[in-house]
């Protein structure tokens, strides 16, 4: 017995995951085949950008833009709760502080884990 079998992006979602340029992709899937939660899926169209079928499953892990070897075809969309706090970090002492803190908190002297 022979089904088809769909696939249909979840397009209500808020994120995107990654955001491809089709006048540069060249639909090599490399990056739908290095994502380890298949939030990418090959295109059943050849020469075409993947389709970001779960971007709600993606990790922003970045994977899929370090494997793609084409400069500008895919780029990470990072969510905007990760997108908007910045931790800076002294030079000198390793401090880490947000700006506008008031009063940073005494730097982290724990040893590393492992
Ligand atoms: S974004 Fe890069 S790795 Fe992904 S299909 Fe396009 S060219 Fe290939
Ligand atoms: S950032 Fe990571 S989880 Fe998200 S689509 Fe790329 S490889 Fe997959």
């Known amino acids: ?3 088809k079998v769909y ?3 979840n397009q209500p979602t808020p994120n995107r995951a990654v955001d491809f340029n089709p006048d540069i992709c060249n639909g090599c899937n490399r990056c ?3 994502c380890r939660n298949d939030v990418l899926m090959p295109n059943a169209e050849k020469g075409k950008p993947p389709i970001v079928l779960y971007p709600d499953e993606c990790w ?5 833009v370090q494997e793609c070897n084409r400069p500008g075809a895919i780029e990470m969309l990072h969510p905007l709760n990760q997108s908007i706090v910045v931790i800076w ?5 390793g401090q880490e502080f947000r700006l506008g803190m008031k009063n940073p908190p ?3 002297t ?5």
């Not at 724990?110 to 492992?114: N, T």
């Open 60 to 64: 922003s892990c970045g994977c899929c």
């Open 32 to 34: 739908a085949q290095i």
């Open 7 to 9: 696939m249909v992006p």
């Open 1 to 3: 017995m022979r089904e």
């Open 110 to 114: 724990r040893p590393a884990a492992g």
């Open 89 to 93: 970090k002294r030079k000198e002492t």
């Open 106 to 108: 005494a730097p982290n």
